[in-house]
């Protein structure tokens, strides 16, 4: 059974920086596509970045570049590293994977969900 736990939301203020971790286990992921998306209440989940879990290439929003980072953070988890936080990332983060090899941005692709973690940036 496939099981992801986000950790290292808060609350931060405008320009800090938090580091999200994404715990999996249940599986070898070594080709495995890894997602991070966020969500408000009352608006559609939204795709943050992508990469392969064996450290691949990865794809981030337009939102966030230059800003966010994902990548491996040792040998079993994904971090979302959050620089230059702003307002408008306020949201629910979530971790996904899907067992697949490729950048995926869609988030009806994932097969697997953590629980969320709340990131809050205060102005």
């Known amino acids: 059974q496939v099981q992801l736990v986000e950790s290292g939301g808060g609350l931060v203020q405008a320009g800090g920086s938090l580091r999200l971790s994404c715990a999996a286990s249940?599986?070898?992921?070594?080709?495995?596509?890894m997602g991070w998306f966020r969500q408000v209440p009352g608006k559609e989940r939204e795709f943050v970045a992508t990469?392969?879990?064996?450290?691949?290439?990865e794809y981030r929003a337009d939102s966030v570049l230059g800003r966010f980072t994902i990548s491996r953070d040792g040998e079993n988890s994904v971090a979302l590293q959050m620089n230059s936080l702003k307002p408008e990332d306020t949201a629910v983060y979530y971790c996904a994977a899907a067992e697949a090899a490729s950048l995926i941005r869609e988030s009806d692709t994932y097969s697997y969900w953590g629980q969320g973690t709340q990131v809050t940036v205060s102005s």
């Open positions: 990469t392969i879990w064996n450290g691949g290439p």
């Open positions: 249940g599986r070898t992921f070594a080709t495995w596509t």
